[in-house]
């Protein structure tokens, strides 16, 4: 099993700066590839940013391109969310989720994330 544990999210004013992170332990040799997902109040949860666990170039949701920015850190077991120029359209939950062989199937907790206007 794999367990993911979310931190960094708050309060920030519309063109900040947060960066979360996200800690996965367990079997890690089973992670595919991490994503993070955001969910607003009344709409669906949508991917925000996508890494391979080994390599290769990372994927941004077109609304975040620029300006959100995913790596990892592999020897930490750590995923990252640079997220600057945030606007108020960007508060949300934001998960992190681990990719296995059936898509991604495990989830974080959820750290919220508001950007005031």
């Known amino acids: 099993q794999v367990q993911l544990v979310e931190s960094g999210g708050g309060f920030v004013q519309a063109g900040g700066s947060l960066r979360l992170s996200c800690l996965a332990s367990?079997?890690?040799?089973?992670?595919?590839?991490m994503g993070w997902f955001r969910q607003a109040p009344g709409k669906q949860r949508e991917l925000v940013a996508h890494?391979?666990?080994?390599?290769?170039?990372?994927y941004y949701a077109d609304p975040v391109k620029g300006r959100f920015t995913i790596s990892r850190d592999n020897a930490k077991n750590t995923v990252y969310l640079q997220m600057n120029s945030l606007k108020p359209e960007d508060t949300a939950v934001y998960y992190c989720?681990?990719?296995?062989?059936?898509?991604?199937?495990?989830w974080g907790q959820g750290t919220q994330v508001t950007v005031s206007s």
């Open positions: 989720a681990a990719q296995g062989l059936y898509g991604y199937d495990k």
């Open positions: 367990g079997s890690i040799f089973s992670i595919k590839a």
């Open positions: 890494i391979s666990w080994s390599g290769g170039s990372p």
